[in-house]
């Protein structure tokens, strides 16, 4: 393979992540302004902007190689393609929400009901893996209006924060689907040369992302208590400061728990703690 070609969405949530990530990989091209295709300067990629709805089959017909998508979009396309890395971002849920008023108790209690959606699949899957028979509307957007058209009795859609749930006098009923953006690719690809390159290096990126580098003084005589604060690291680099007794401690901790990883750290003793992030990580 000469040229790799990635597909990443054009506009709308995934796509100012999705650039950033292939930048931090040290990428350099030009973002979607109106072309359809961007080439990168420094490795040899094509990058392809799409709508997200056209990602999973592009990838799947062989139109792009990789591509980079929600997994919900994924699943309701219902493509064969690899996973090949999942991103940590874009994250939400697919719910089957109702009217605040509503009184039903269980999944059951959906039965005979209609259920307005833009994922038909993934919810049809869900209702027949439940035994239920509902009434499924597709409708394109503005799911979360249909219960208060009279169009439908409950919702199922993407919900991240609740708020546009609340603002429609709608509550969660059901989790259906947890979903974030991954990598996929034709299958068969994940082991060309350029795939591999490519994925190490998002690799080192998302591995930088979730740790801080950190430089901190210590007492000598409370350098044992910080060491053992700093499970994770098999080797922590101390070396000796100007000052006699004293010493700096050079670390890496991970971005979860870290205010209770940094407050632990100046209970014992710790002074001047310098947190820095890390750009990459390559093991
Ligand atoms: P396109 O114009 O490319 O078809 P879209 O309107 O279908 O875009 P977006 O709203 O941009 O899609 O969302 C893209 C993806 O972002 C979703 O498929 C989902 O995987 C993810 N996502 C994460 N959080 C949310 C959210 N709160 N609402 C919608 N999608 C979200
Ligand atoms: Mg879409």
Known sequence: MKTLKIAIQKSGRLNEKSVELLKNCGLSFENYKSSLISTVSNFPLEILFLRD?????????????????????????????????????????????????????????????????SYPVILQKFLDKEKINADIKTISGSVEIAPGLGLADAIFDIVSTGGTLRSNGLKPFADVMSSEAILIGRKGIENEHLVLELLQRIQSVMRAKETKYVVLNVEKSNLDKILNLLPGVKSPSVLPLAEEGWVAVHTVIPERDFWSHINELKAAGAQGIVVMPIEKIIL
Do not use: M, W
């Open 53 to 117: 709805d056209d990602i999973p089959e592009y990838v799947q017909d062989g139109i792009a190689d990789i591509g980079l998508v929600g997994e919900n979009v994924i699943a309701e396309t219902g493509v064969d393609v690899a996973y090949l890395q999942r991103l940590g971002f874009g994250k939400c849920t697919l719910k089957i929400a109702v009217p605040n008023n509503n009184q039903y108790q269980n999944i059951a209690d959906l039965s005979g009901k209609a259920i307005a959606t």
